[in-house]
T-cell receptor, first 111, second 117 residues
Framework: QQPVQSPQAVILREGEDAVINCSSS?????VHWYRQKHGEAPVFLMI?????EQKGHEKISASFNEKKQQSSLYLTASQLSYSGTYFC????????????FGAGTQVVVTP | EAGVTQSPTHLIKTRGQQVTLRCSPI?????VYWYQQALGLGLQFLLW???????NRGNFPPRFSGRQFPNYSSELNVNALELEDSALYLC????????????????FGDGTRLSIL
């Protein structure tokens, strides 16, 4: 039931763009995105809800394709601070509050 | 605003022992979530408490249990510790009551690193 994230890792230069994908085999109610830096707690980035509502930081963009049960997180004009491991957490219908997290995507942004 | 606080930060136990981990949510948050993060892996959902009740549970054996107190703080108890229980245990909290409790951002604490020898 865990969502599948891709790619597993990506290396970017400052200013470059990247897309992180998250796919589920289950019908989703929401997708949550978090970033975790080494040795730190995960930090909330965004929630995307079935029906199109989004909650999150203005500088982060993401999409949720309800038909395909997929979400994508867009890292635009990457900065050094974007480095970390990105996790998507999916909440399936009728299983409220239970987030199933993917294995993570490691992002390294170099100068 | 104080964040989610967890104690202790590190713990070393031996197989068969029992352990209790503690979590204090952000002031005003009523929901507390527990996750297990094994080294280099993703987060595995353990438990969700809200208003003192267990609302949902992950695929973990019954020796993983917990509770939430009237002040919304929470404990995670693990009995009969096994080597594979070695992990970072993260607590998160979120706001909202009733229907508004769903789909709220979860704010994580720094975790408790549990090592089983």
């Amino acid at each position: 039931q865990q969502p599948v994230q891709s790619p597993q890792a990506v290396i970017l230069r400052e200013g470059e763009d990247a897309v992180i994908n998250c796919s589920s085999s289950k019908a989703l109610y929401s997708v949550h995105w978090y970033r975790q830096k080494h040795g730190e707690a995960p930090v909330f980035l965004m929630i995307l809800l079935k029906g199109g509502e989004q909650k999150g930081h203005e500088k982060i963009s993401a999409s949720f394709n309800e038909k395909k049960q997929q979400s994508s997180l867009y890292l635009t004009a990457s900065q050094l601070s974007y480095s970390g491991t990105y996790f998507c957490g999916t909440e399936i219908l009728n299983s409220w509050g239970k987030l199933q997290f993917g294995a993570g995507t490691q992002v390294v942004v170099t100068p | 605003e104080a964040g989610v606080t967890q104690s202790p930060t590190h713990l070393i136990k031996t197989r068969g022992q029992q352990v209790t981990l503690r979590c204090s949510p952000i002031s005003g948050h009523t929901s507390v979530y527990w996750y297990q993060q094994a080294l280099g892996l993703g987060l595995q959902f353990l438990l969700w408490y809200d208003e003192g009740e267990e609302r949902n549970r992950g695929n973990f054996p019954p020796r993983f249990s917990g509770r939430q107190f009237p002040n919304y703080s929470s404990e995670l108890n693990v009995n009969a510790l096994e080597l594979e229980d070695s992990a970072l245990y993260l607590c998160a909290s979120s706001s909202g009551q009733g229907a508004a409790q769903y789909n709220q951002p979860q704010h994580f604490g720094d975790g408790t690193r549990l090592s089983i020898l």
